[in-house]
């Protein structure tokens, strides 16, 4: 009698597949894969509901099993005895993965002991939030920026809004505003410095357009003496 | 037997670092309560001699270990600032807010899926954040924005030496 | 004054919870590394005694108090707050993170068999692992590693500590 086994309770097809050779007490060394495949479908086919989600990734062992099975049936062409020496046991990809997988299998059941004291271990003092006692929060940049990108990259794909952008940003005024803000600058600045003067890309774009014309127009003068360097503009 | 229990009392008392109650210890360690006091008074005994650092404290029908107040000067000599780092949640909306500011708080749990409410609550506190605002929607949502602070920390002149990130 | 320097240094590793190198106790106390390390040795020795729950531990040539072993199991069932279990399918990411890290999301995914990005934004969540760099290949993955936190929750003093993976 097979009884059922819900597949929610196996944590992907390499627990399913690892429980059905333990059950049934074969080698993992030299798994029968016509019996295993059949015994793995049959598994799926008795889950019934199942979200597809989570089945996905059991489908994807299931044609990699049938696969496996199909290549072991089919007689091999022009084989001498070397070869069969020397062929490598398709099989031992799958046995790789279900050693490695069966090796953290247990390390994390050695963690969940340790968890629960059964395993003998020590414990640290927890923290208290004691008053007055000082913090320094260790910061860096970079951490900031992966973080972010973290959630930006765990974000569903949104539908592409259309946003009208707000607000018109004039080349013109832009030349204008380059020029009050050398003067101001003793006829001097730097191309970093003069872009902190916008906050968004399309004031941006319209500074350095500004920036391009007045160059035209031998109003500014830029110069760079070392290749990646901040360039240099100057009042002609 | 009574060294057993009198072991395992220290170790929860050091393992909390905090006020543990008695009906706790009772519960924890199956000891009569009477025979718990017992012990917590020979206990607290053996802490007082010379050459301990530490004493057990009663507290509000419970007991806390703590270090002797003969030692202050030298302990407030090796307090070194913890030095923590923000966690993986607190680092992720103190991003968002970085880059989206000013943004609400159902804007920052839309865009990572969780509560924010404790996260905001240690940013505001650690002062990397602020209230910038409030949004002039039905609610009237507070709005919120990094500080100077948070820049300071985090080696940055203005908002705009935050790094471009590619779309 | 050996009593004083002994029950100063018991107070420090208390305060701490966590190690403290030789060179900081040493400058802290202005006692000589020999004198301190002869210290060490006696205090080491007394935590020993029956009837005492802590000890302390000699870690990367510093020292660390924390609890005996022997109470494990009362310990983990007063450990508090009281956090979620772990689920399994959380357990052997993190397993595996701790055995091979730095590791990426798509060498778990490979090794497990399974999509791992809700287990990681947990464990993230959790303070269990961290990002600690970027693989140098195309797409720049993140790469993971465990943290303090990890080494503290599971009562290890350092990734030496893990158990041999069964071959």
């Known amino acids: ?236 | 037997m009574r060294d057993e229990i009198k072991a395992a009392i220290e170790a929860i008392l050091f393992m909390r670092g905090d006020r543990v109650g008695v009906e706790e210890l009772v519960e924890i360690l199956d000891v009569p309560l009477l025979e718990l006091r017992d012990l917590m008074r020979e206990l607290i005994g053996e802490y007082f001699q010379p050459g301990r650092g530490l004493q057990i404290i009663p507290v509000d029908d419970g007991y806390l270990m703590c270090t002797k107040s003969e030692y202050s000067e030298i302990l407030a000599r090796s307090v070194r600032p913890v030095k923590r780092r923000l966690s993986q949640a607190a680092l992720e909306t103190l991003a968002l807010i970085a880059y989206q500011q000013p943004v609400t708080r159902a804007e920052l749990e839309r865009t990572r899926g969780v509560k924010v409410d404790r996260v905001i609550t240690n940013l505001l506190e650690r002062g990397l954040i602020e209230e910038v605002g409030v949004k002039e929607v039905v609610g009237k949502p507070i709005l919120y924005g990094t500080t100077q602070e948070f820049l300071r920390m985090y080696g940055l002149t203005s908002l705009r030496d935050l790094p471009q990130l590619e779309e």
């Open chain 1, 1 to 236: 009698m097979t009884y059922l086994v819900d597949i929610e309770a196996f944590h992907g097809p390499l627990d399913l597949l690892l429980f059905l050779i333990e059950k049934n007490e074969l080698d993992v060394y030299d798994i029968p894969i016509a019996f295993i495949t059949d015994q793995y479908l049959q598994y799926l086919e008795t889950t019934g509901e199942f979200d597809l989600e989570n089945m996905g990734e059991f489908l994807v062992m299931a044609t990699y099993l049938l696969n496996l099975k199909s290549r072991l049936l089919l007689p091999q062409s022009n084989n001498t005895t070397e070869d069969i020496e020397d062929a490598i046991d398709p099989r031992e990809e799958l046995v790789q993965k279900l050693l490695d997988y069966k090796r953290y299998k247990t390390a994390a059941i050695e963690l969940q002991q340790r968890e629960t004291g059964l395993t003998e271990r020590i414990f640290y003092r927890e923290v208290s939030s004691e008053p007055g006692r000082e913090e320094e929060l260790i910061v860096d940049l970079s951490s900031l920026i992966r973080a972010y990108r973290t959630v930006m990259r765990r974000l569903p794909v949104a539908e592409p809004e259309a946003v009208i952008p707000e607000g018109d940003v004039s080349v013109n005024d832009k030349m204008d505003q380059i020029m009050v803000f050398l003067a101001d600058n003793d006829g001097k600045t730097s191309f970093k410095h003069l872009f902190t003067i916008v906050s968004t890309r399309r004031e941006a774009l319209a500074l350095f357009l500004a920036l391009l014309e007045l160059i035209r127009l031998q109003k500014v003068r830029a110069t760079q003496n070392i290749p990646w360097e901040d360039i240099q503009l100057e009042m002609w």
